[in-house]
């Protein structure tokens, strides 16, 4: 493992270090509903423009951005490489159904749930 974290600092608690971590996932979960939201504009684009959905020259620069990624900061590649093929394969389903839908988005986002 080359991820380093330095010595531990005896002011951090475990409740302190997991509140740190909440707030780390909040961001990341933003940060994934934000590339949804990207993806579905892309996909619009490429529906109204007659661009075909499946880009595989756009899915190898992503995920050869990641594995860069992931060997400059200590990450194993593979695992950054299997979280993209899961974002990847949901940024596809979501894109074929908005394109398949003729833009009114009836089909995309079916299975969420909203609390209220």
Known sequence: MSLRIGPVD???DLES???RLDAVDADLLDAVRERLEICLRIGEYKRVNGVAMMQPHRIATVQGRAVRYAEEHGIEPAF???LYDTIIAETCRLEDEWIASGGTGDDAGAGQRRAS
Do not use: D, K
């Open 10 to 12: 005896g002011a951090e």
């Open 17 to 19: 270090l997991r509140a």
């Open 80 to 82: 950054l490489r299997g």
